[in-house]
């Protein structure tokens, strides 16, 4: 009987201790050692108008595949719109600057023949 109950008193701990309410927003992500912040980018224009929004996604897509040029000009065109507030005018010009040391840290692509 004794066994039983500290068995359930050790599951009852370990269950409460995975249910933490603590923060959940994801950590910036590392590319190419540059630290870039697009999980709280992300966030930031999660309720933009669908307009605002699509470039903010468009600038995901282009740097998950490494094509940082478009992603400068999709942030750019962000960072221009009127219809945007201060706080993403703010992560916006951040992580214009990450991506412009992450365009500076890629590796040089192969030479053509």
């Known amino acids: 009987m004794k066994g039983a109950t500290l068995l359930v008193l050790a599951a009852v701990c370990l269950f409460f201790s995975g249910c933490s309410k603590g ?3 994801p950590q910036s992500l590392q590319m190419n050692g540059v630290s870039v912040d697009l999980p709280r980018f992300n966030a930031a224009f999660d309720t933009a108008a669908d307009s605002t929004k699509r470039l903010a996604t468009e600038v995901g897509f282009n740097l ?9 000009m999709s942030l750019d065109k962000l960072s221009n719109d009127p219809a945007i ?12 600057e990450q991506v412009k040391k992450l365009a500076g840290a890629a590796p040089a692509g192969a030479p053509a023949q």
Request: hydrophobic share 25%; no cysteine; charged share 40%.
């Open 85 to 96: 507030t201060e706080p993403q005018k703010k992560v916006t010009a951040e992580l214009i």
């Open 64 to 72: 998950r595949y490494n094509k940082y040029e478009e992603a400068l």
């Open 23 to 25: 923060d959940k927003t």
